[in-house]
């Protein structure tokens, strides 16, 4: 197994859910890590539960000249980006009719268009170095499609094929990329739901399989994966 000490990692959406529970994670391994978000007051909360060296960036996913200055800010900060973590996403849930063509746009321009150059910044970094690891949150709903997320399910089915032509040009440069689906995690995004929250998946959960995967030996990497609750029951 790899160590992951003193590497640098980027992770966006840093102020909640799986993108705090990983950064706290990584830290716990050794990690310098940056986050980003929209929230200052936020990603100082998640700031001060890191136990390493750490920086925040208030970055919209929306704003390209956003993601530029906190790929900048990270890289003038520690030297060096190691492992970013898209994880910044926002879902939108409604029938396929009552859709409205602004959400539909606002979640790609999140979720896929925000993930696309967020990539393109960093990963010049990384061929650089010829050495890095993307890990890209996709979802179940990149998988399977369903009833009231028609368009969620559609930014997330562009996320796989967004990720999986990326790695195919990138592995000649030693960059793995992993996409990661979990099915319904306990966090903000998902809501109240009629399960039991002990048996859904825990943001720690996701970020638990994002670390043991980064520690796989270099010469090797997990594609994709699928990320269930053993017995999810409702309340
Ligand atoms: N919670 C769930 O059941 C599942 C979530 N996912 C994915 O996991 C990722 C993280 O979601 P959760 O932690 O569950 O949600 P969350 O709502 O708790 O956290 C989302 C994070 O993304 C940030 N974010 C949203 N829009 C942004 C923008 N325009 N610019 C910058 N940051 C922005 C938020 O501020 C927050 O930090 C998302 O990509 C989501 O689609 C995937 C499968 C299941
Ligand atoms: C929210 C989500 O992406 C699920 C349940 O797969």
Known sequence: MEHLTD??????????????????????EGVKVAITGRHF??????????????????????????IEAAVAHTIETFGQIDILVNNAGIMKTASFMETSLEDLREMFETNVFGMFQMMQQVIPHMIDRQSGDVVNIASMSAVN???????????KFAVTGLTEGMMREMRQHNIRTFTINP????????????????????????????????KLNRRTFIKTNQIWATNPVQK
Do not use: F, N, W
């Not at 993108?19 to 994670?25: D, E, H, Q, S």
């Not at 007051?41 to 956003?66: G, H, K, N, R």
């Open 41 to 66: 007051d936020s990603l100082q909360e998640t700031i001060e539960l890191l136990e390493t060296e750490a920086t925040a960036v208030v970055c919209d996913m929306q704003q390209a000249e956003d």
């Open 183 to 214: 099915s319904a995690v306990l966090t903000d995004l998902i809501g109240e739901t009629s399960l039991d929250p002990e048996t859904m998946i825990h943001p720690e959960d996701i970020a638990d399989v994002i670390v043991s995967q980064l």
């Open 145 to 155: 499609s369903s009833p009231q997320t028609a368009a969620y399910s559609a930014t």
């Open 7 to 28: 590497k640098v990692a980027l992770v966006t959406g840093g102020s909640r859910g799986i993108g705090r529970a990983t950064a706290i994670a990584l830290a716990a």
